[in-house]
């Protein structure tokens, strides 16, 4: 990770097979993986996980949301439909040992949150 920040957006839990949502959204992801795949004997992952993440060349949260939301917004009511049937999550990624940066979460983004549902997590890494 080049900088502090970045976001990912994940579909988890959903009834609708990772595969099948990359056909609905129309883009495939970078994680894309069904309950199980990656290790049958350990269950591993626990769930289905359709997951994309921002890639700007930015420590604004807004530049990353700008950078997710040219794909995302275009499939916002699909994504919603698809939400509804397990969870949707933004996870704001902090990577500094140094400080925080601020996280000023824009406007846009916490619309399309509230409109498919989504919660916001920060996780921070040192």
């Not at 990912?8 to 309950?35: C, H, N, R, Y």
């Not at 990353?64 to 794909?71: E, F, G, T």
């Not at 500094?96 to 509230?114: H, K, Q, T, V, W």
Request: aromatic residues 8%.
């Amino acid at each position: 990770m080049d900088y502090n920040i970045q976001i990912d957006f994940q579909l988890l839990e959903t009834t609708i097979l990772p595969s099948e949502i990359s056909q609905k959204i129309g883009f495939s992801p970078e994680v894309e993986l069904v309950k199980g795949e990656r290790n049958p004997k350990l269950g591993l992952p626990r769930t289905n996980i359709w997951s994309i993440r921002s890639h700007a060349k930015s420590d604004e949260v807004v530049d990353h949301w700008n950078d997710l939301a040219k794909k995302l917004e275009s499939s916002k009511s699909t994504i919603k439909e698809i939400a509804a049937t397990g969870t949707v999550k933004f996870t704001l990624i902090i990577n500094s040992s140094d400080r925080i940066p601020s996280l000023i979460i824009p406007p846009e983004m916490s619309s399309f949150a509230g409109f498919v549902g989504a919660v916001i997590d920060v996780d921070h890494y040192l």
